[in-house]
Every structure is written in C-alpha cells, then in structure tokens.
C-alpha cells in the first residue's frame, strides 16, 4: 500500500474517522468521507449519497469505522463493486519501522497494554500503547519507537486483512458483542485473526484452542509459562506478589492475570523477572478500573466502570473481600450472567440495579442479596448514603455498557466519582 500516493474513502463520523481525516489533512493526502445512513445508492461507478456523489474510480481504499458491522448493507454493497477496505491499522503498519505487540481479548486490554508499554518504557525500551485504548495509532509514527503496543477489539481485527506482528496476545475470552457477532465461536474466530502474520503467539490456557500456541497461566497462586512453573514468584492472599523475599502489592487477582500475560510477552524481549516486577512496582493505575477513589467513615468507593460484562464485575468482586453494596446495569446486552451468582451471594450485601437491563438482571441473577431498583445513578448515590455503614465497599461495576444514559465509560465513571465526591464534601 503506497498510502501517500493513495486516495480514501473514510466511512463514519467517530474516533476512527477523526484520527484518520487528521492524518491524511496533515500529509496531504487525498480523502473523502461520509456515513452509512447518508449513502442511498451503490452502483459500479459511484455512491450516491444525500449530500454529495463519489465516483468509485477516485478511491483506492475505503476505511471503515470498526463500529459499523460488516453486515451493514451499504458496505456489503460496497464490497460487490470490488471497493478495497483497509483499516487504519494497516496504513500505519505499511508506514511504520517499530515491531508490533498486539493485544487482544475481551476483559483487562487497556490494563495490559499500558503496564506492557510502561515497564518497556521504565527498561530503555521506547514503547507505546495506541489503538483501542483511546490512543491514536497515527501516534505511533510521530516518534522513533522500536514497540509499538497495540490494543485491538473484535470490531477492528473483524475488518484486519493484513496484521503484521512480533508478539500477539489473547487474554482471555467470554461472552461480549454477540449481538454482532452473533455466537462465541464467531467471536473466538475473529479474535484469533490477531495470530494472522505473528511471529510469537501466545494464549491463555484457559482456552480451548490453546494446544495450538504458547501459553500462560495463573494457577493454585502461582504463574505459569508453557506449562512450566516461573521459579520463586507467587501470588500471598489475593494481595501482593512475592518474589526472591520482595514483596509487590496487587489490586485483585485480575492484576496478577495481566502480570502473568506481561510476563509471558516481556521474557520474549529479553526482560528477566526481576527487572519486569520492579518496573511492574512503579506501574501507573488507569481510572475506571476497580479504582478506589475515596474512604469515608471506613467506607471504600470504587469506580469501576470499565466492566461492560459480567466477567469484568465478576472479577472486580472477586478483588474485594466483602461487605459490599453493588451498582450494576446500563444496556441490554446479549450474554449469560451466571457467573456473577455465587460471587454476589458470598460477597454483596444490598444489589442496587439501574439502566434499562435492570429487569433482565433482576430475572437473570439468582441471588439472595437484597435487590434495589434506582431510575439513575443519581437516585443510586442518594440511596447508598442513606444505607451504608462503616466497614462497607460501594461499588459500581455495571456488567454492560450505558449507552442509554452516557457517551461512554470514562463519562459514566466520572459522574459517579463527582456524585460522590460532592455528597462526601457535604458530609464533612
């Protein structure tokens, strides 16, 4: 792909179309752009569209925003005519020099990626993390990285021809997005494609599929690489990591599950243990992810509004030793809760349920916890301070996405850092 010779067609109007107008703007380089809902017709010679009509002969590669389906009927139609579709991951790789990590998986991405790219960083290695993580790709060509990072979702690898890496990572895998894909197999399948063009392949030996590459494990507390015991490290109450006498304080099990996955690609580099987990010490804490924002009166607060399934809120219980009152609900989403049964009977003391799911889950979840319906998150915060106790946790941990009440994750989890910070500060 001669990508500054090359004209493009970019189709919809989010983060990938703004990264992409952007780079093609700032390198001179020829694109249209438009919408699935603006198109009217496609024919072999042009797309005629509400406001304008492009002639197909002007393009040389169409780029897709990975939020719209590949079932959608104007790029199904778009594919007939024989249009190219790249994505904007393959521009960069056809343009970048530094070796790819690719991640991906349904829960702990954006973790692993940035403490990957961040003990790279602490050891001289120039690292960065970029794509799914809300970091634009294109940010990886403005500097002379030997790694890139790269996180990437079922929606991006389901449009990926061409995904050239040195090291790529499944995490893990449990139902999410089946509305579009449909069923766990589909979804496992597309996950896979990240081994497409990898040298070192690694995976989670929790999966089925995992007799075909390398794998990793956390295991009886302790970490496993290709079935082999690492020597010396070990995991103490859920709540450090314990290696050659030091000592490295975790936030749950999850964080030694990403550990674990950072090992097994860091050993690849050349790392030893020793350097990883020093570094892994000095590890920044992203927001929204089981984040313990304040204590008030012995009570703990977490954020952690990342879970868009219930294998994230599962996981996030799992982390906190009880007592807890917990928020979930948001969008109705296909997927199984089960999981989450046993954790909130042992765990969770008063369920409070928001969002329009919050019938699916009260039908959904068999627990004997006391279940609380509230209309908003603010109605949710008004009852926790009328119900907590000193000793509690609060947690908001949704188990889907709210797109009916919020732009996103990051908006969700900071209204809900704000409601409570402003009831803490009348408190006081």
Do not use: W
């Amino acid at each position: 792909m001669n990508v500054l010779d090359s004209s493009f067609l970019i189709i919809g109007e989010g983060v990938t179309y703004q990264h992409c107008s952007n780079f093609f703007k700032n390198n001179q380089i020829k694109y249209q752009s438009t919408t699935t809902d603006n198109i009217i017709n496609i024919s072999n010679k042009e797309i005629i569209c509400k406001n304008q009509n492009i002639t197909i002969d002007t393009i040389d590669y169409i780029v897709v925003s990975p939020g719209i389906s590949p079932s959608n009927n104007a790029i199904k139609d778009l594919k007939k005519v024989g249009c190219k579709i790249t994505t904007d991951i393959e521009i960069v790789q056809s343009l970048s020099r530094s070796k790819f990590i690719c991640v991906t998986g349904t829960n702990g991405k954006t973790s692993t990626v940035n403490l990957i790219a961040d003990i790279m960083n602490d050891n001289n290695l120039k690292t960065i993390a970029c794509g799914n993580n809300g970091v634009s790709v294109f940010e990886s060509l403005l500097g002379e990285y030997d790694y890139v990072v790269l996180e990437l979702s079922s929606y991006q690898l389901e449009y990926i021809k061409t995904l050239n890496s040195y090291i790529s990572i499944v995490l893990n895998i449990s139902p999410d997005h089946l509305d579009r894909h449909i069923n766990l197999k589909n979804y496992l399948e597309i996950k896979l494609k990240i081994f497409n063009d990898s040298k070192h392949k690694i995976i989670s030996k929790d999966l089925n599929h995992c007799h075909d590459y390398s794998t990793f494990e956390v295991r009886d507390s302790r970490f496993y690489s290709n079935d082999v015991k690492l020597k010396d490290l070990s995991i103490v109450d859920d709540s450090y990591i314990s290696y050659q006498s030091n000592s490295y304080p975790i936030h749950g099990i999850h964080e030694s599950r990403n550990l674990c996955a950072c090992i097994s690609v860091l050993r690849i580099i050349g790392l030893s243990l020793k350097d990883i987990l020093e570094s892994f010490s000095r590890r920044k804490h992203l927001e929204h992810r089981v984040e313990e924002f304040v204590t008030f009166n012995d009570i703990k607060f977490i954020n952690d509004s990342k879970s868009t399934n219930a294998d994230s809120t599962h996981n996030a219980l799992m982390s906190i030793k009880g007592n807890i009152i917990l928020i979930m609900g948001g969008d109705i989403k296909t997927m199984s809760y089960d999981i989450l049964n046993d954790s909130i009977n042992e765990k969770v003391k008063k369920l409070i349920l928001i969002g329009e799911n919050r019938e699916l889950l009260n039908k959904a979840l068999r627990v004997s916890s006391k279940k609380v319906f509230c209309n908003s998150l603010e109605h949710a915060t008004s009852y926790i301070f009328s119900v907590m106790s000193p000793g509690d946790t609060i947690l908001m941990s949704p188990g889907t996405s709210s797109y009916c009440m919020y732009d996103n994750y990051q908006q969700r989890g900071n209204h809900f850092k704000e409601l409570i910070n402003n009831y803490v500060s009348q408190k006081n």
